[in-house]
C-alpha cells in the first residue's frame, strides 16, 4: 500500500502549508488545494481541472521531474496572466509518490 506524501503549498496570502496528500486516490494538486481549502470557493479549479481554465496555475520552487508538459496545458499558460519559467497547472501534476516533497506557490489571481 502506498503512504502519504508530504507537500508544500504556499497559498496566494504567503501562508506556507505543508499538508499530506494520499498517494492512492489518484488525486491532483488542484484537488490538493480545494480539499484543503487553501484559497477560496470558485478561485481554483474553475474548470474541474480539464485544463481549460489556468486557475490552477501555480509555482514549481521544488526541483522535482515532473511530467512533461501537454499541448493543452501549453496553450493554457500561453493566455494565463502571472506566467513564470516554472509555472504548471495543478490540475496536470498528480499526486504520486515521485511528488514527496514538492513545494509549490500558487499563482496570483488574474
Known sequence: MEKD???TIIDRAGECHEVMA???MNMNLME???SFELAPEGTIGVCGGMVM?????????SEHSLPEITP???????EAFFVQDNSRLGCQI???QEM??????LAPES
Do not use: N
Open 5 to 7: 506524501i508530504k507537500i
Open 22 to 24: 494520499p498517494t492512492d
Open 32 to 34: 490538493m488545494v480545494r
Open 53 to 61: 481554465c489556468a486557475s490552477c496555475q501555480c509555482y514549481v520552487l
Open 72 to 78: 493543452e496545458e501549453e496553450a493554457m499558460l500561453a
Open 94 to 96: 498528480q499526486m504520486t
Open 100 to 105: 514527496d516533497g514538492l513545494k509549490v506557490q
